[in-house]
Nanobody, 118 residues
Framework: QVQVVESGGGLVQPGGSLRLSCAASGSMFGINVMGWYRQVAGNQRELVATSTRGGSTIYADSVKGRFTISRDDAKNTVYLHMNNLKPEDTAVYYC????????????WGQGTQVFVSA
């Protein structure tokens, strides 16, 4: 059984910073893509940032220059460093772990709330 656990969310003022962490454990055929998504109630879940084992990263336009994704493959952990946070960054942030091809199984965490408000 695979577990994916996020942490690091909370309340922060506009302009502030937070670091989210996500650790995966359990039986997997390795990890390729590790990513962060976010969702506001009533809206679809959207991509924030992803990172492949090969070093490629993708960011949503809304977070480019403010958020940085990093990973520690030895610890099966991915981080999201969020700077200059804005009220519109308020959401539940979810971590997704994806096995490499051909297995490509995806695993999601339970989410961590980020609330940006003065």
């Amino acid at each position: 059984q695979v577990q994916v656990v996020e942490s690091g969310g909370g309340l922060v003022q506009p302009g502030g910073s937070l670091r989210l962490s996500c650790a995966a454990s359990g039986s997997m055929f390795g990890i390729n893509v590790m990513g962060w998504y976010r969702q506001v109630a009533g809206n679809q879940r959207e991509l924030v940032a992803t990172s492949t084992r090969g070093g490629s990263t993708i960011y949503a336009d809304s977070v480019k220059g403010r958020f940085t994704i990093s990973r520690d493959d030895a610890k099966n952990t991915v981080y999201l460093h969020m700077n200059n946070l804005k009220p519109e960054d308020t959401a539940v942030y979810y971590c997704k772990i994806e096995e490499p091809h051909p297995w490509s199984q995806e695993y999601w965490g339970q989410g961590t709330q980020v609330f940006v408000s003065a």
